[in-house]
C-alpha cells in the first residue's frame, strides 16, 4: 500500500468514525431529552416552574428541616424552644435556625463520650488539628461541670433562602462530618480498662 492509499484509508476511517459519533451523541440527546421529559412532564424536559422543581431559594424554617429528616426516615423530635433536635451514632444533634431572620442554619452535634483525663491533652490538639486540616465541621470543646463536652458545628448563612437540594446537602455536612469527627476522638478515647474503678 502506497503513502497515498494510506492517506485515502486513514482519511475514510475518520469520517466513519465521525459519522458514528454524530449518530451516538444524536442518540444520547434523544435519550436525555425523553429522561428529562419523563421526570418533569414536559416534552421540553424544563421544569413547569422552578418552584415545583424545588429549585428555587426559599426561607428556611424548622418544617422544612424536619420535612427533610422525615423524607430521610430519621427519627427526631422537637424540643421546647421549637428546636429540631435527633440522636445519631449515640450523639445528640440539633437543627438550629440563627440569625435576626432565622437565615443561618446550624447543624450541631455534641459527641456523648466523656474525656478521661489523661487523654484530655490529646483530645485538645485533635480538635487544634482537625480545626487546622479541614473545613467542616467547626470542633471545640467546652468545660461543663468536671468533664470536658466536644461539639461540631456546621452554619450556612441562606439569607436569601435555600433549596430544597442546599438544605439537604448542608443537613448530610453537618451530621457526616461530625460524625466523622467523633469518631476519630472515640478512638482516641478507649473506655475504661480493667483496673479502673
Given at each position: 500500500?502506497?503513502?497515498?492509499?494510506?492517506?485515502?484509508?486513514?482519511?475514510?476511517?475518520?469520517?466513519?468514525?465521525?459519522?458514528?459519533?454524530?449518530?451516538?451523541?444524536?442518540?444520547?440527546?434523544?435519550?436525555?431529552?425523553?429522561?428529562?421529559?419523563?421526570?418533569?412532564?414536559?416534552?421540553?424536559?424544563?421544569?413547569?416552574?422552578?418552584?415545583?422543581?424545588?429549585t428555587s431559594p426559599r426561607p428556611?424554617?424548622?418544617?422544612?428541616?424536619?420535612?427533610?429528616?422525615?423524607?430521610?426516615?430519621?427519627?427526631?423530635?422537637?424540643?421546647?424552644?421549637?428546636?429540631?433536635?435527633?440522636?445519631?451514632?449515640?450523639?445528640?444533634?440539633?437543627?438550629?435556625?440563627?440569625?435576626?431572620?432565622?437565615?443561618?442554619?446550624?447543624?450541631?452535634?455534641?459527641?456523648?463520650?466523656?474525656?478521661?483525663?489523661?487523654?484530655?491533652?490529646?483530645?485538645?490538639?485533635?480538635?487544634?488539628?482537625?480545626?487546622?486540616?479541614?473545613?467542616?465541621?467547626?470542633?471545640?470543646?467546652?468545660?461543663?461541670?468536671?468533664?470536658?463536652?466536644?461539639?461540631?458545628?456546621?452554619?450556612?448563612?441562606?439569607?436569601?433562602?435555600?433549596?430544597?437540594?442546599?438544605?439537604?446537602?448542608?443537613?448530610?455536612?453537618?451530621?457526616?462530618?461530625?460524625?466523622?469527627?467523633?469518631?476519630?476522638?472515640?478512638?482516641?478515647?478507649?473506655?475504661?480498662?480493667?483496673?479502673?474503678?
Amino acid at each position: 500500500m502506497t503513502g497515498a492509499d494510506r492517506r485515502g484509508a486513514g482519511r475514510r476511517a475518520l469520517h466513519r468514525a465521525r459519522r458514528a459519533a454524530g449518530a451516538v451523541g444524536r442518540a444520547a440527546q434523544g435519550v436525555g431529552a425523553r429522561v428529562a421529559a419523563a421526570r418533569t412532564g414536559r416534552a421540553d424536559g424544563r421544569a413547569s416552574s422552578p418552584r415545583a422543581a424545588g429549585t428555587s431559594p426559599r426561607p428556611l424554617s424548622s418544617a422544612r428541616v424536619a420535612d427533610d429528616l422525615t423524607r430521610r426516615g430519621y427519627r427526631f423530635r422537637t424540643d421546647d424552644d421549637g428546636d429540631v433536635t435527633g440522636t445519631w451514632d449515640g450523639n445528640r444533634f440539633w437543627f438550629l435556625l440563627l440569625g435576626d431572620h432565622d437565615e443561618i442554619l446550624q447543624v450541631r452535634g455534641r459527641w456523648a463520650g466523656s474525656v478521661p483525663g489523661h487523654a484530655r491533652l490529646a483530645v485538645l490538639q485533635a480538635v487544634n488539628d482537625w480545626n487546622r486540616e479541614r473545613v467542616w465541621p467547626k470542633v471545640y470543646a467546652r468545660p461543663e461541670g468536671d468533664d470536658l463536652a466536644l461539639y461540631a458545628e456546621v452554619s450556612v448563612d441562606f439569607e436569601h433562602g435555600a433549596t430544597d437540594e442546599q438544605l439537604a446537602a448542608t443537613v448530610s455536612c453537618g451530621l457526616v462530618t461530625s460524625s466523622q469527627f467523633f469518631s476519630t476522638v472515640g478512638a482516641m478515647t478507649p473506655g475504661p480498662g480493667p483496673d479502673a474503678d
